[in-house]
């Protein structure tokens, strides 16, 4: 099935950094999608990219695709502590299925 | 729509005993997932099914393992006997296409075996 990988696995910063979580597929992906898992709930989606090189913003999250459509980046500015959790990453296999990258696990420190 | 409703929330039973995992997923959707998440192994797909057949279960992780779909709006996940290596998170989401529209997760059932 289709595999992503996601780094990094863990990221402690201050409120008020940059934080960038970065997804990688050895294969071409048709699109990627983006969730959040708060911690002790459930992964809630965030987007959807389609298109090679394509940009969307949501606020202070700013989702990337890759050219090639094999890598995609998720940036927070100025984090707060509203966006601790996890943050997925998630591509289709052939078969449809959804499969999901391992995660990176972000702490706000105040 | 009230969401993907699973149950129980929370099972806690002992080593050798049957657990039943329940899902309801949103109506409409035409896919639903059984996922499974720990620590060490983050967010594993178990078992997927379309219109309710059972399309991949190539991520159940052994015979005690099955799942079934006998309708539209309802599926389980059925292990036994458990063993303490099944205490996990099992998250049921559905969707009407995957990878082309947002998948919707439940709630999540944290079993533990002891």
């Known amino acids: 099935g289709q595999q992503v990988m996601q780094i990094p696995q863990y990221q402690h910063v201050q409120e008020g950094e940059d934080f960038t979580t970065y997804c990688n597929s050895s294969?071409?992906?048709?699109?990627i999608q983006w969730y959040k898992q708060r911690p002790g709930g459930h992964p809630v989606f965030l987007i959807q990219?389609?298109?090679?090189?394509e940009v969307k913003k949501q606020k202070r999250l700013t989702f990337q695709f890759g050219e090639a459509k094999k890598n995609s980046s998720l940036h927070i500015t100025a984090t707060q502590t509203t966006d601790v959790g996890t943050y997925f990453c998630a591509a289709q296999g052939s078969a449809r299925q959804l499969t999901f990258g391992s995660g990176t696990q972000l702490t706000v420190l105040p | 729509d009230a969401g993907v409703i699973q149950s129980p929330r929370h099972e806690v039973t002992e080593m050798g005993q049957e657990v039943t995992l329940r899902c309801k997923p949103i109506s409409g959707h035409d896919y639903l997932f059984w996922y499974r998440q720990t620590m060490m192994r983050g967010l594993e797909l178990l078992i997927y099914?379309?219109?309710?057949?059972?399309?991949?279960d190539s991520g159940m992780p052994e015979d005690r393992f099955s799942a079934k779909m006998p309708n539209a709006s309802f599926s389980t996940l059925k292990i036994q006997p458990s063993e303490p290596r099944d205490s996990a998170v099992y998250f049921c989401?559905?969707?009407?296409?995957?990878?082309?529209?947002?998948?919707?997760f439940g709630q999540g059932t944290r079993l533990t075996v002891v």
């Open positions: 989401a559905s969707s009407l296409v995957p990878g082309n529209t947002e998948a919707f």
């Open positions: 099914f379309n219109n309710n057949v059972p399309i991949d």
């Open positions: 294969t071409t992906l048709s699109n």
């Open positions: 990219l389609v298109k090679s090189g």
